[in-house]
Protein backbone atom coordinates (compact mmCIF):
# COMPACT_ATOMS: atom_id res chain seq x y z
CA UNK A 1 0.00 0.00 0.00
CA UNK A 2 1.36 3.14 -0.85
CA UNK A 3 2.24 6.13 1.77
CA UNK A 4 -0.45 8.84 2.09
CA UNK A 5 0.75 12.07 2.78
CA UNK A 6 -0.16 13.82 6.24
CA UNK A 7 -0.90 17.50 5.93
CA UNK A 8 -1.08 19.28 9.48
CA UNK A 9 -3.22 22.54 10.10
CA UNK A 10 -0.88 24.29 12.27
CA UNK A 11 -3.07 27.54 12.32
CA UNK A 12 -7.09 28.34 11.23
CA UNK A 13 -7.29 30.13 8.68
CA UNK A 14 -9.15 33.73 9.71
CA UNK A 15 -12.23 33.25 9.60
CA UNK A 16 -13.25 36.83 8.89
CA UNK A 17 -11.85 36.75 5.81
CA UNK A 18 -13.34 33.16 5.19
CA UNK A 19 -16.50 35.27 6.20
CA UNK A 20 -16.09 38.21 3.74
CA UNK A 21 -15.35 35.61 0.87
CA UNK A 22 -18.07 33.68 1.03
CA UNK A 23 -20.46 36.49 1.13
CA UNK A 24 -18.86 37.65 -2.33
CA UNK A 25 -18.92 34.49 -3.63
CA UNK A 26 -22.86 34.57 -2.62
CA UNK A 27 -23.78 38.19 -3.67
CA UNK A 28 -21.53 37.35 -7.01
CA UNK A 29 -23.73 34.09 -8.14
CA UNK A 30 -26.83 35.42 -6.98
CA UNK A 31 -26.00 38.66 -9.07
CA UNK A 32 -24.79 36.71 -12.05
CA UNK A 33 -27.73 34.45 -12.22
CA UNK A 34 -30.34 37.72 -11.59
CA UNK A 35 -29.38 39.53 -14.80
CA UNK A 36 -29.48 36.42 -16.99
CA UNK A 37 -32.40 35.66 -15.75
CA UNK A 38 -33.83 39.61 -16.24
CA UNK A 39 -32.42 40.14 -19.29
CA UNK A 40 -34.58 37.93 -21.23
CA UNK A 41 -37.56 38.91 -19.33
CA UNK A 42 -36.98 42.54 -20.18
CA UNK A 43 -39.05 43.26 -23.02
CA UNK A 44 -37.69 44.51 -25.97
CA UNK A 45 -38.17 47.78 -28.78
CA UNK A 46 -34.65 48.55 -29.58
CA UNK A 47 -33.19 46.55 -26.37
CA UNK A 48 -32.50 49.78 -24.49
CA UNK A 49 -33.68 48.03 -21.83
CA UNK A 50 -31.99 44.61 -21.75
CA UNK A 51 -28.92 46.80 -22.55
CA UNK A 52 -28.81 48.41 -19.23
CA UNK A 53 -29.67 45.82 -16.96
CA UNK A 54 -26.44 45.42 -14.79
CA UNK A 55 -25.26 44.28 -11.58
CA UNK A 56 -21.70 45.79 -8.99
CA UNK A 57 -20.81 44.26 -6.11
CA UNK A 58 -19.22 45.66 -3.14
CA UNK A 59 -15.94 44.61 -4.39
CA UNK A 60 -16.07 45.89 -7.51
CA UNK A 61 -16.80 43.15 -10.03
CA UNK A 62 -19.47 44.05 -12.49
CA UNK A 63 -20.88 42.42 -15.59
CA UNK A 64 -24.55 42.80 -17.48
CA UNK A 65 -23.79 45.83 -19.03
CA UNK A 66 -23.91 46.24 -22.57
CA UNK A 67 -22.49 49.63 -23.24
CA UNK A 68 -22.04 50.34 -27.11
CA UNK A 69 -19.99 53.44 -26.56
CA UNK A 70 -16.76 50.65 -26.09
CA UNK A 71 -17.99 50.68 -29.95
CA UNK A 72 -17.06 54.31 -30.95
CA UNK A 73 -20.86 55.14 -31.39
CA UNK A 74 -22.39 58.76 -29.77
CA UNK A 75 -24.49 58.49 -26.02
CA UNK A 76 -27.77 59.11 -26.90
CA UNK A 77 -28.04 57.40 -30.76
CA UNK A 78 -31.10 55.32 -30.74
CA UNK A 79 -30.76 51.36 -29.87
CA UNK A 80 -27.08 52.52 -29.88
CA UNK A 81 -27.28 54.50 -26.62
CA UNK A 82 -24.56 53.72 -23.75
CA UNK A 83 -25.99 53.43 -20.46
CA UNK A 84 -24.60 54.73 -17.08
CA UNK A 85 -22.95 52.11 -14.54
CA UNK A 86 -24.37 51.78 -11.35
CA UNK A 87 -22.94 53.96 -9.14
CA UNK A 88 -24.16 53.86 -5.23
CA UNK A 89 -20.88 53.20 -2.26
CA UNK A 90 -21.20 49.65 -1.30
CA UNK A 91 -19.71 47.99 1.50
CA UNK A 92 -17.41 44.99 1.07
CA UNK A 93 -20.53 42.40 1.77
CA UNK A 94 -23.03 44.42 -0.61
CA UNK A 95 -23.80 43.95 -3.92
CA UNK A 96 -26.39 46.24 -6.49
CA UNK A 97 -28.44 45.28 -9.55
CA UNK A 98 -30.91 46.65 -11.77
CA UNK A 99 -31.87 48.48 -14.74
CA UNK A 100 -30.28 52.16 -15.77
CA UNK A 101 -32.30 52.49 -19.08
CA UNK A 102 -34.96 55.72 -18.15
CA UNK A 103 -37.92 53.23 -18.68
CA UNK A 104 -36.88 51.12 -16.51
CA UNK A 105 -39.11 51.73 -13.45
CA UNK A 106 -42.42 52.73 -15.89
CA UNK A 107 -41.90 49.10 -17.71
CA UNK A 108 -40.98 47.75 -14.27
CA UNK A 109 -44.53 49.26 -12.63
CA UNK A 110 -46.52 50.75 -15.29
CA UNK A 111 -48.40 53.82 -15.40
CA UNK A 112 -51.70 54.21 -14.70
CA UNK A 113 -52.91 53.58 -17.82
CA UNK A 114 -49.61 51.15 -19.35
CA UNK A 115 -49.61 47.96 -18.22
CA UNK A 116 -46.40 47.09 -16.60
CA UNK A 117 -44.33 44.13 -18.10
CA UNK A 118 -41.80 42.97 -14.62
CA UNK A 119 -38.90 42.12 -15.45
CA UNK A 120 -36.72 42.75 -11.92
CA UNK A 121 -38.76 41.00 -9.55
CA UNK A 122 -39.59 37.49 -11.37
CA UNK A 123 -35.80 37.31 -11.78
CA UNK A 124 -35.36 37.86 -8.31
CA UNK A 125 -37.83 35.16 -7.61
CA UNK A 126 -36.63 32.39 -9.94
CA UNK A 127 -33.17 33.27 -8.51
CA UNK A 128 -34.51 32.63 -5.10
CA UNK A 129 -36.22 29.76 -5.54
CA UNK A 130 -34.99 27.48 -8.83
CA UNK A 131 -31.71 28.44 -8.46
CA UNK A 132 -30.90 29.14 -4.90
CA UNK A 133 -28.86 25.71 -4.76
CA UNK A 134 -26.34 27.24 -7.14
CA UNK A 135 -25.78 30.26 -5.10
CA UNK A 136 -25.61 28.03 -1.74
CA UNK A 137 -22.43 25.99 -3.83
CA UNK A 138 -21.00 28.85 -4.78
CA UNK A 139 -21.00 30.10 -0.81
CA UNK A 140 -19.94 26.14 0.06
CA UNK A 141 -17.02 26.11 -2.61
CA UNK A 142 -15.39 29.46 -0.64
CA UNK A 143 -15.98 28.89 2.83
CA UNK A 144 -14.04 25.31 2.00
CA UNK A 145 -11.19 27.02 0.00
CA UNK A 146 -10.79 29.69 2.51
CA UNK A 147 -10.53 26.98 5.37
CA UNK A 148 -7.45 25.33 3.62
CA UNK A 149 -6.06 27.95 3.16
CA UNK A 150 -4.94 28.25 6.56
CA UNK A 151 -1.57 27.99 7.61
CA UNK A 152 -0.35 23.54 6.79
CA UNK A 153 2.29 21.91 7.45
CA UNK A 154 3.04 18.26 5.30
CA UNK A 155 4.73 16.08 7.33
CA UNK A 156 4.84 12.88 5.84
CA UNK A 157 5.11 12.68 1.86
CA UNK A 158 3.43 9.94 -0.42
CA UNK A 159 5.52 8.04 -2.78
CA UNK B 1 -57.87 31.39 -8.26
CA UNK B 2 -54.79 33.71 -8.69
CA UNK B 3 -55.02 35.95 -5.63
CA UNK B 4 -56.35 38.86 -7.85
CA UNK B 5 -59.72 38.18 -7.41
CA UNK B 6 -59.29 37.80 -3.43
CA UNK B 7 -57.31 40.47 -3.18
CA UNK B 8 -60.04 43.08 -5.00
CA UNK B 9 -62.97 41.54 -2.82
CA UNK B 10 -60.65 42.63 -0.13
CA UNK B 11 -59.85 45.48 -0.57
CA UNK B 12 -63.53 46.69 -2.14
CA UNK B 13 -65.10 45.40 1.58
CA UNK B 14 -62.90 47.96 3.23
CA UNK B 15 -64.50 51.63 3.70
CA UNK B 16 -61.36 53.42 4.24
CA UNK B 17 -59.98 51.98 0.78
CA UNK B 18 -63.05 52.02 -0.88
CA UNK B 19 -63.23 55.96 0.58
CA UNK B 20 -59.93 56.68 -0.61
CA UNK B 21 -60.53 56.49 -4.22
CA UNK B 22 -62.63 57.80 -6.64
CA UNK B 23 -65.51 56.15 -8.56
CA UNK B 24 -66.22 54.91 -12.06
CA UNK B 25 -69.54 54.35 -13.33
CA UNK B 26 -70.77 54.18 -9.52
CA UNK B 27 -68.32 51.92 -8.62
CA UNK B 28 -64.73 52.58 -6.74
CA UNK B 29 -62.00 52.88 -8.95
CA UNK B 30 -60.48 49.25 -7.82
CA UNK B 31 -59.61 47.69 -10.91
CA UNK B 32 -58.34 43.84 -10.69
CA UNK B 33 -56.28 44.04 -13.56
CA UNK B 34 -52.98 46.15 -14.26
CA UNK B 35 -54.44 49.26 -16.19
CA UNK B 36 -57.06 51.75 -15.11
CA UNK B 37 -59.40 52.93 -17.88
CA UNK B 38 -58.54 56.24 -19.41
CA UNK B 39 -61.70 57.68 -18.42
CA UNK B 40 -60.86 57.38 -14.71
CA UNK B 41 -59.48 61.14 -13.76
CA UNK B 42 -58.77 60.63 -9.73
CA UNK B 43 -57.61 58.50 -7.60
CA UNK B 44 -57.03 54.91 -8.42
CA UNK B 45 -56.38 51.07 -7.95
CA UNK B 46 -54.52 49.12 -10.24
CA UNK B 47 -53.53 45.15 -9.63
CA UNK B 48 -51.08 42.62 -11.21
CA UNK B 49 -49.01 39.07 -10.85
CA UNK B 50 -45.52 40.21 -10.55
CA UNK B 51 -44.04 37.15 -9.52
CA UNK B 52 -44.38 33.62 -11.46
CA UNK B 53 -46.32 30.95 -10.01
CA UNK B 54 -44.86 27.90 -8.30
CA UNK B 55 -47.04 25.00 -8.91
CA UNK B 56 -45.25 22.71 -6.88
CA UNK B 57 -46.16 23.98 -3.72
CA UNK B 58 -48.77 22.40 -2.52
CA UNK B 59 -50.26 25.52 -1.48
CA UNK B 60 -51.27 28.31 -3.49
CA UNK B 61 -48.35 31.42 -3.59
CA UNK B 62 -48.75 34.33 -5.57
CA UNK B 63 -47.02 37.62 -5.32
CA UNK B 64 -48.68 40.53 -6.80
CA UNK B 65 -48.33 44.38 -6.83
CA UNK B 66 -51.12 46.30 -5.83
CA UNK B 67 -50.24 50.22 -7.42
CA UNK B 68 -51.85 52.97 -5.88
CA UNK B 69 -52.59 56.19 -8.03
CA UNK B 70 -53.22 59.69 -7.23
CA UNK B 71 -51.54 63.05 -8.21
CA UNK B 72 -50.80 64.37 -4.92
CA UNK B 73 -48.10 62.41 -3.10
CA UNK B 74 -49.72 62.47 0.17
CA UNK B 75 -52.96 61.41 -1.18
CA UNK B 76 -51.13 58.60 -3.02
CA UNK B 77 -49.86 57.74 0.88
CA UNK B 78 -52.96 57.71 2.36
CA UNK B 79 -54.38 55.06 -0.41
CA UNK B 80 -51.00 52.88 0.06
CA UNK B 81 -51.59 52.87 4.31
CA UNK B 82 -55.60 51.99 3.54
CA UNK B 83 -54.47 48.76 1.74
CA UNK B 84 -51.84 47.82 3.80
CA UNK B 85 -54.29 48.10 6.64
CA UNK B 86 -56.60 46.18 4.96
CA UNK B 87 -54.77 43.35 3.90
CA UNK B 88 -51.44 42.59 5.67
CA UNK B 89 -52.00 39.70 8.16
CA UNK B 90 -55.50 39.56 7.31
CA UNK B 91 -57.42 36.15 5.97
CA UNK B 92 -60.25 36.00 3.47
CA UNK B 93 -62.93 33.26 3.03
CA UNK B 94 -61.40 30.94 5.56
CA UNK B 95 -58.65 29.71 3.28
CA UNK B 96 -56.81 33.20 1.79
CA UNK B 97 -53.81 34.97 4.03
CA UNK B 98 -52.44 37.60 3.08
CA UNK B 99 -49.20 39.85 3.95
CA UNK B 100 -47.63 43.06 2.44
CA UNK B 101 -44.91 45.22 1.63
CA UNK B 102 -45.16 48.89 1.40
CA UNK B 103 -42.84 50.10 -1.44
CA UNK B 104 -41.34 53.48 -2.27
CA UNK B 105 -43.28 55.72 -4.06
CA UNK B 106 -42.37 56.27 -7.37
CA UNK B 107 -42.68 60.02 -8.57
CA UNK B 108 -45.03 61.15 -11.27
CA UNK B 109 -41.69 62.42 -12.88
CA UNK B 110 -40.56 59.16 -13.45
CA UNK B 111 -43.87 57.23 -14.50
CA UNK B 112 -45.02 60.00 -16.70
CA UNK B 113 -48.65 60.90 -16.55
CA UNK B 114 -47.97 63.46 -13.58
CA UNK B 115 -49.38 60.33 -11.04
CA UNK B 116 -47.42 59.16 -8.24
CA UNK B 117 -47.68 55.70 -7.52
CA UNK B 118 -46.74 53.83 -4.12
CA UNK B 119 -46.71 50.14 -4.75
CA UNK B 120 -47.61 47.55 -2.08
CA UNK B 121 -46.21 44.10 -3.01
CA UNK B 122 -48.52 41.79 -1.21
CA UNK B 123 -48.11 37.79 -0.84
CA UNK B 124 -50.70 35.78 -0.79
CA UNK B 125 -51.07 32.17 0.80
CA UNK B 126 -54.02 30.08 -0.36
CA UNK B 127 -55.00 26.61 0.86
Same mark, same amino acid.
Given at each position: MA???? +?VFESLADFSKVSLGSVEAG???????? +?TQAKPLAPVDEGQLANSIQFVTGTGKKGGLNDNSQNGRKKGSGNSESFDEINIPLTKKEAAFGATAKHAVPQEFGTKFMAPQPYARPAIAITKGAKITEIIKAIDREVKNGILKGNKKRETFGL | MNGLTETKA???ADP &??? &?? *?STYKTKPAIF $?? !??? !??? *? &? $?NAISMYLSVPVDGGLEYGNFGLTVNCWASKYDKCIDIQEAVYNALNRQTYAGNTFFLCIKSVVI? &??? *? $?GG????? *??VLVRQR
Amino acid at each position: MAEQSK +VVFESLADFSKVSLGSVEAGNLKFCEIW +VTQAKPLAPVDEGQLANSIQFVTGTGKKGGLNDNSQNGRKKGSGNSESFDEINIPLTKKEAAFGATAKHAVPQEFGTKFMAPQPYARPAIAITKGAKITEIIKAIDREVKNGILKGNKKRETFGL | MNGLTETKAKLLADP &SVV &SS *VSTYKTKPAIF $GK !PVV !PEK *V &S $GNAISMYLSVPVDGGLEYGNFGLTVNCWASKYDKCIDIQEAVYNALNRQTYAGNTFFLCIKSVVIP &STT *V $GGGEYNAP *VEVLVRQR
